[in-house]
């Protein structure tokens, strides 16, 4: 999956955006297409943000895609809204490479598996018996599916990936490097003072269009399953616990542990390093800020934006930290006024 | 190691939990076994908790192992304790799958082993020179073990682990997928701005019964050896550094990150996202809340329960997180009072 | 790569670290080298810290490296630097195996490749078309090196290291086990409530001197690179997003993460668990106290020492620590003397 940089041109790049109009030559070559940092003779760049305006005219772009027109002899080309142009210029100028659906001679395959005729196993990867992989999916080098695992359409596990027996996977995910979903929940029962361990019986069962992260751990339910919804976007590092339920379209950003039977709405958004522990219901459309912390067995209401640890509303929590600052005069304050020694 | 579904009646089930008595017929069969959220036509359900009494008694279940006889026409099997029975259950109904210790052709091999008649090396096993793996043990597929490692018996490497060389794993050991044991500590010393990396000349030593989640590190001593004690468990993504020792039965949650040279008692529990600095010395039985910090060469004394950021006792902790929400209230009634502005 | 202990002499090793002076039998052989924890007989060791003298005088130890002579009939080498010797004897005591550079024929590789002829490449390593790899680096068991991919001379992947794609690392690089180098920066355009990947086009630079530690994850750019500068070193479990440029010999403890497009400074400490929000710049000599947090889009000035959540000023962030511990009797203060409740 290495980029490629199709060369082109200018009339080429504004019709793919869908352009309102071009100003300049049109038939300038595209040398590369870059950030404001990295510009250099023929680059093309995406004018986002007017704060960068002089610095992209006074640099070598040779042309601009921008909202408005401005007063320079580069190439313009002009769009609603440069942000999206700069998403489709992503996949115009570097296209996917085509992949070739072959089958490493390394690969290997158990005993009663479904795999779709158009699936690419490439070296080293390890497939179980009994498991289903569906039309258009890659199991990537070293990838380890393991028995009785179900694999939509078009879904890509990037190398060195491991999902345990049982996992029920959907259409278009994507699985990035040194993942692992279906490992065992964290379950033990106390007895003498040694830990027994709970069998851990359940799946994971991970829903369509998710992309998840590297290196993030899925946990496997006790009995039943753990639960990624559809469109669920998980970043690197982050550890979901057995029986989780992670509503649809929510966003969990990195290094983010939600403890055992946390219940996680729909189009919620869990900034990093977050905490969630167990038996928690998070409602939907909640956003809950970076490094916060959420107590066992909490309810959050849909649509709260919640802070700090324990979460408070953000608002609450803003004034907190704002308050905490002040800490000092108010110290010293009440030390003075009232006589005391705090 | 798929899970596999005993379908069984309910005679057998009261048989298998040791039931002081059951009411209905004995020969319903048991068409599965599941959590109250997933109860269907011939389910068999633990009633654990009173408040789930009437959704179960509503539900499609035909079977309910209780503590207390209910008025309902479901089978009921009576229990002392139902959650003992869930976890009977669990492995009686879902029983493990016998393993075949089989050899891969693709397992790796190298020089001057010992490796024991029933072991079982997956496809991709990579094992390294003068290893040692006793009877009973399982090495995942793509799994790594280093040159002069050694496993001792039952002990279960699931798929890309890496264990580097010079570690000592013992018996009953469960090492979940992706777990990195003994890499190089991190330690240098600073050189006209440089860092010269310090070798890293000492192993791991990991006990017996010990459990290990997924994505974990455990770093290799300077010298001497990184300790972790019998019965310890681990969660996913769990740090711990050079040369720390982790005490007898002593759980860390996961995301739990352990600095270098501290120690941490027998029977403690470190809760999610913890993070203990460098050269503490943590007592016995000693529980730390979640994302609780503990700075450079803290001690705490043996079976404190502590929190916050730093620790604190969990009383006086819990204090001040109270206090906190009330800092507006303080402020406004210095300000108002007092006449001062803070 | 196994370690080996070398035995050898008291004058070997008085040779080895430069002593000024030797007292006792310099032919004293010394049977293996230890920190006071793991003194046996005929252990040699060095006394870095005076409170640990009676603990190593009252040992079996043979030979002790110290700083200034003692009363005891023990062969003492005396240095200057005890802490320097005790990391020169750990190179001279347990030097490297040396290294075989084969290629395993289980290692595949692929078209249009670079490999220069000394290089290791372990067993079923796995190599992408278009790849390059100088003299003397070593690609770990179970490693994969994607396409178009970069690596400079003597640069060691360990085991399940997994580098995606385009990336670019340079030399004397060490990246250990389970390891994610390119994965795809975490980007999304909301579109009606759902999530619309966008494309992650740019790479990783890795340059030379760096070592990161294991079950690392740092993603590839948008467009353009992101960046770890010379001499940088990365713990473990560390996150960095895409887009981020981490300044040279900047140094990341375990577990912190780095959201997106933000800027570390050169010669920076990060304490373990640190989250760095996304487009923040840090300046040159930062440090930043464990667990600290710093919101979106901050700046920090060169040379400054940060702590908390947000940070503030090291000095200050004590100082609100303090006072949060005094809140309960500010709290019972103002209540008392101004007859309100709180």
């Known amino acids: 999956m290495s980029i490629l940089f199709t060369q082109t041109t200018a009339a080429a790049v504004a019709k793919a955006v869908g352009a309102r109009e071009i ?26 943000d007017k704060k960068y305006a002089e610095l992209i005219l006074n640099s070598a772009a040779a042309v601009i895609i921008t909202a408005e027109k401005m007063d320079t002899g580069k190439v313009q080309i002009l769009v609603e809204k440069p942000k999206e142009a700069f998403i489709t210029l992503l996949s115009f100028l570097y296209p996917d490479k085509p992949v070739a659906y072959t089958r490493a001679p390394t690969a290997v395959v158990g005993k009663d598996c479904s795999i779709a005729a158009k699936v690419k196993l490439d070296a080293y990867a390890v497939i179980g018996d009994s498991a289903a992989i569906g039309e258009g999916s890659i199991i990537g080098a070293h990838s380890v599916v393991g028995d009785n695992v179900s694999i939509g359409r078009n879904t890509v596990l990037f190398p060195n990936v491991t999902v345990y027996a049982d996992t029920v996977i ?173």
Chains 1, 2, 3 share one sequence.
């Open 23 to 48: 100003f300049g030559d049109a038939s300038t070559v595209i040398k590369n297409f870059c950030g404001i940092d990295e510009i250099s003779e023929g680059s093309a760049v995406c004018l986002e």
């Open 170 to 342: 959907g259409d278009n995910v994507i699985i990035h490097a040194g993942t692992v979903i279906g490992a065992d929940g964290f379950g033990y029962r106390l007895e003498d003072g040694r830990r027994e361990k709970i069998p851990q019986r359940g799946n994971v069962r991970i829903g369509n269009n998710v992309e998840i992260g590297a290196n993030v751990t899925i946990d496997r339910a006790t009995l039943g399953s753990t639960v990624i919804g559809n469109g669920v976007k998980i970043d690197n590092l982050v550890q979901v616990a057995h029986n989780c339920r992670v509503g649809e379209n929510s966003v969990l950003i990195a290094q983010v542990g939600i403890a055992g039977s946390t219940t996680i709405g729909k189009s919620c958004i869990l900034a990093g390093q977050v905490g969630i522990s167990d038996h928690c219901v998070i409602g939907d459309n909640v956003i809950i800020g970076a490094q916060a912390g959420v107590m066992s067995n909490t309810k959050i209401p849909p649509g709260k934006f919640m802070w700090g640890s324990p979460v408070q509303e953000m608002k609450e929590e803003k004034l907190t930290k704002i308050y905490l600052r002040k800490l000092g005069s108010l110290v010293r304050a009440v030390e003075e006024k009232l006589g005391v020694k705090i």
